[in-house]
């Protein structure tokens, strides 16, 4: 499953904090400009990720708890979880390579450091 999955509130705990790969999540919404300039480099990046990272899209508009509980301010926002944890975060518009870099540090990190 190589493009992002869509994920409710009620999704979350079991798809993003439980899953035994890390994930990145893009916090997005359909009027959002930027969201839509970020989606075609997280779909390739899924691609190239595929099995290794699990990518999912969160619209806030739908999922306003899950929003407000990571402290989605700015969209699109992208968080990448590992074990439970989220480890890095990308406010607004980035290139392909600083994603590339977060993701590749969450998969070679072994274990968490507080930030």
Known sequence: MSNPQE???AEF???VLKS???VLVDFWAPWCG????VAPIVEELAEEYDGRVKFVK???DDNVQT????GIRSIPTLLVFK???QVDQTIGFRPKGDLQRSLEKALT????IPS
């Open 67 to 70: 929003a407000v509980a990571y």
């Open 13 to 15: 705990e079991t798809v």
């Open 109 to 112: 990190q072994d274990t968490l």
């Open 20 to 22: 035994e790969i890390p």
């Open 83 to 85: 074990e439970g944890q």
């Open 58 to 60: 969160v619209n806030i």
């Open 34 to 37: 930027p969201c839509r300039m």
């Open 7 to 9: 994920v409710t509130d």
